[in-house]
Nanobody, 123 residues
Framework: QLQLVESGGGLVQPGGSLRLSCATS????????VGWFRQAPGKEREGVSC????????YYADSVKGRFTISRDNAKNTVYLQMNSLKPEDTAVYYC????????????????WGQGTQVTVSS
């Protein structure tokens, strides 16, 4: 059974850091691009970052560029999102997703999704 499980969310003060993890099972992660998406209350789901199956290509939304870093460890079947200099507007439920294709920030292209982890940035 293919699964993606996010962890690492929580409450952090503005300017703080969190590292999200996306642990996968039931499929060969090295064949899939993985994306991170987020959804704040009352807003549409938006793409945050993605990484190609090889890890060579990464892409970031303008709103997080320079602050977030995506990485993957195919041997551990895990993808990470390091989030630094967090802002209140980063508050959302964060989801990881996988697709057998290119690294793109279009949610509709992703086939498999985790349940999400809450990130709250507040003082």
């Amino acid at each position: 059974q293919l699964q993606l499980v996010e962890s690492g969310g929580g409450l952090v003060q503005p300017g703080g850091s969190l590292r999200l993890s996306c642990a996968t099972s039931g499929f060969t992660l090295s064949s899939y691009a993985v994306g991170w998406f987020r959804q704040a209350p009352g807003k549409e789901r938006e793409g945050v970052s993605c990484i190609s199956s090889s890890g060579i290509r990464t892409y970031y939304a303008d709103s997080v560029k320079g602050r977030f870093t995506i990485s993957r460890d195919n041997a551990k079947n895990t993808v990470y999102l390091q989030m630094n200099s967090l802002k209140p507007e980063d508050t959302a439920v964060y989801y990881c997703a996988a697709q057998f294709g290119s690294c793109r920030l279009r949610a509709a292209e992703y086939d498999y999704w985790g349940q999400g982890t809450q990130v709250t940035v507040s003082s």
